[in-house]
């Protein structure tokens, strides 16, 4: 190594759920179930997160705590507070017990109009309150079929980061569009393209720090494929959507590894 540079490790995997509009206070039962049986391993070597629908984010905490499950919220508005009607902001997510944020998940870029300006502020309005950002990027079956994938992965990487962002606070989500509740995933080598684009993104902008950012996959990620996935090239981790909604399929996929 060259002196003067610091050698970053390789990042600790985190395995994201995110319940999206899915589950009632009921759903704790999910929760005790997976900290249950996560309680019974010696190690873990991964990160576990579940990001339920606001309503239930506080009783959740309240149910994970003293577990190795952590929780998150979804989305969070740029601001501290203010008027806007329906928005919950970072401070408030981390008040209640939140430890993560995801921030421009496609389904909000698209039903939200969310731009990549906008992200970048909801991911610093996460840092500022202490909250770890999740920020998702993917493309479209047209962008992919149009050969478009990178070129769009590279924009997105841009104007969704911001210059402040380390490894510490921001975990990067590739989750391709077409992938995102169809059954449809890509293959192994193709995430694996991906993932090393990103990766190669990152240390572009932010120098051998860019190694230490999580790059989870997002997309169809099942007990079945998720240890396929899980071992392409710098894949740190999944975010999980409809599998992530019962213990028993989201331990499934942390199993992986296990
Ligand atoms: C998601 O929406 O983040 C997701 C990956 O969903 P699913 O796992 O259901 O495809």
Redesign the pocket.
Known sequence: MAAGKTKVRAPKPLVAG?W?MNGLRGAKKEINALAKKLNKLDRLPCDVLICPPTPTLALLVETAKGSKVRIGGQDCHPQVSGAHTGDVSAEMLKDVGAKYVIVG???RRADHEETNALVAQKAAAGHRAGLISIV?VGETEAERDAGKTLSVITAQLKGSLGDTFDPKNTVI?Y?PVW????GRTPTTAEVGQVHTHIRKRLVARYGEQGNGYRVLY????KPANAEELMAAPNVNGA??????LTAEDFYGIISAYL
């Open positions: 995110n999206k998940h496609s389904e998702c989500a989750e992938a995102i509740g169809t997002g997309g169809s990620v975010l999980v959507g409809g599998a992530s």
